[in-house]
């Protein structure tokens, strides 16, 4: 297959065109639709078009379309990361949150739905109603930034309203202490 046809055909394209398409797809991503899919495009025909300037063969600027894609999605999780402005919770490790104070928050879980479950049942003398369990309790940390987190307590009673300290974090859960 003959693809000098088509390379003649890129390299008769005003350069012009390729930085006016680049330049609206970066833009278009940045400001519009956020996917950074349209980005690495859009740079890969920036970089074309600014190519096109120094009239390169036009076989080399075919074969540079995909190594430039390439590139350009390569790159782009690098430089989206250095303009994000904060990290994402799960990216954090567990070292980040050793040593946060927040607020316990207690939340009892009233388990009696069971024996509304098996009411229908009393008139059956073979079966048994199992016992409704006891409250449950969990457990949450509310960061002084505003961060929700699961929890624990290594000693102590829990008490909604606490003030507690992370020691340590297992499983993505924080082991909290209180604060005295």
């Keep these: 297959?003959?693809?000098?046809p088509f390379a003649n055909f890129i390299a008769s394209i005003d350069p012009w065109i390729f930085l006016?398409?680049?330049i609206v797809l970066i833009v278009a991503d940045l400001m519009l639709t956020q996917t950074e899919a349209l980005a690495p495009i859009g740079f890969a025909i920036f970089i074309i078009g600014l190519l096109q300037f120094i009239n390169?063969?036009?076989?080399?600027?075919?074969?540079?379309?995909?190594g430039l894609l390439i590139i350009s999605f390569y790159l782009q999780k690098k430089l989206f990361k250095k303009l994000g402005k904060k990290n994402i919770p799960a990216e954090?490790?567990?070292?980040?949150?050793?040593?946060?104070?927040?607020?316990?928050k207690v939340i009892e879980l009233k388990e009696d739905g069971v024996s509304d479950f098996y009411?229908?049942?009393?008139?059956?003398?073979v079966e048994t109603v199992p016992l409704a369990q006891s409250r449950r309790k969990i457990l949450k940390i509310i960061l002084n930034?505003?961060?929700?987190?699961?929890?624990?307590?290594?000693?102590?009673?829990?008490?909604?309203?606490?003030?507690v300290e992370i020691i340590e974090m297992i499983n993505e859960k924080a082991i909290v202490r209180e604060v005295f």
């Design 1 to 4: 297959m003959n693809v000098a």
């Design 119 to 125: 009411k229908y049942k009393k008139d059956i003398s």
């Design 56 to 66: 390169p063969n036009p076989i080399l600027i075919l074969w540079l379309i995909p």
């Design 145 to 163: 930034d505003g961060e929700i987190l699961p929890a624990g307590m290594k000693e102590g009673m829990p008490v909604n309203g606490l003030p």
């Design 92 to 104: 954090r490790n567990g070292a980040y949150y050793i040593g946060k104070r927040g607020i316990l």
């Design 20 to 22: 006016t398409v680049g």
